[in-house]
Nanobody, 113 residues
């Protein structure tokens, strides 16, 4: 059974940091790209970051470039999103998505003082 399980969300003050993780199981993780998306209330889901199968290629939304870093560990079947310099506009539910098209259940990130 294919599963993607996100963790690491929470409440953080502006300027703070969080690290999200997504644990994958049930498929050959290392042969698929992975992505992080987010959806804020009343807005469409948007791509935040992408990483290729081997981790050698990454892409970011303009709104998070220089603040967020995506990485993966193919030995542990995990993909992570390090978020620094968080802003209130980063508040959203964050989802990981596999290159196969599966979604995780999401983890809430709230940036507020």
């Amino acid at each position: 059974q294919v599963q993607l399980a996100e963790s690491g969300g929470g409440l953080v003050q502006p300027g703070g940091s969080l690290r999200l993780s997504c644990a994958a199981s049930g498929f050959s993780f290392s042969i698929y790209s992975m992505s992080w998306y987010r959806q804020a209330p009343g807005k469409e889901r948007e791509l935040v970051a992408y990483i290729s199968q081997g981790g050698g290629s990454t892409n970011y939304a303009d709104s998070v470039k220089g603040r967020f870093t995506i990485s993966r560990d193919n030995a542990k079947n995990t993909v992570s999103l390090q978020m620094d310099g968080l802003k209130p506009e980063d508040t959203a539910v964050y989802y990981c998505k596999s290159g196969r098209g599966q979604w995780g259940q999401g983890t809430q990130v709230t940036v507020s003082s």
